[in-house]
Nanobody, 122 residues
């Protein structure tokens, strides 16, 4: 099992940037990813990265604006979010799974973090 703790959420104006971090403990040889859930909507996939960091996956809605990366020496995965839009407002959840492809394809992750709020004002 892996335990996940997110940080870095907050409030930002449209066009701004935020970086989310997710610290993992326990078994950390997993692919990692980010999901988000806006009020009244289902949780949706945002991005994922393989354990090696060599393969990444993105939702179409964030391609070119968000970048996922990881530092395995620190057991931490990051989500750099640029050119933020009001529709990016959501609770963002870190997740772990056997493969990034599985997360991107709709499979439920093995573990979830507690979530961090991101609010983008217009």
């Amino acid at each position: 099992q892996v335990q996940l703790v997110e940080s870095g959420g907050g409030m930002v104006q449209a066009g701004g940037s935020l970086r989310l971090s997710c610290a993992a403990s326990g078994r950390t040889t997993y692919a990692m990813g980010w999901f988000r859930q806006a009020p009244g909507k289902e949780r949706e996939f945002v991005a994922a990265i393989s354990w090696s960091g060599g393969t990444t996956y993105y939702a179409d809605s964030v391609k070119g604006r968000f970048t996922i990366s990881r530092d395995n020496a620190k057991n931490t995965v990051y989500l750099q979010m640029n050119s933020l839009k009001p529709e990016d407002t959501a609770v963002y959840y870190c997740a772990a799974a056997r493969t990034g492809q599985a997360m991107a394809g709709g499979s439920s992750p093995t573990s979830w973090g507690q979530g961090t709020q991101v609010t983008v004002s217009s």
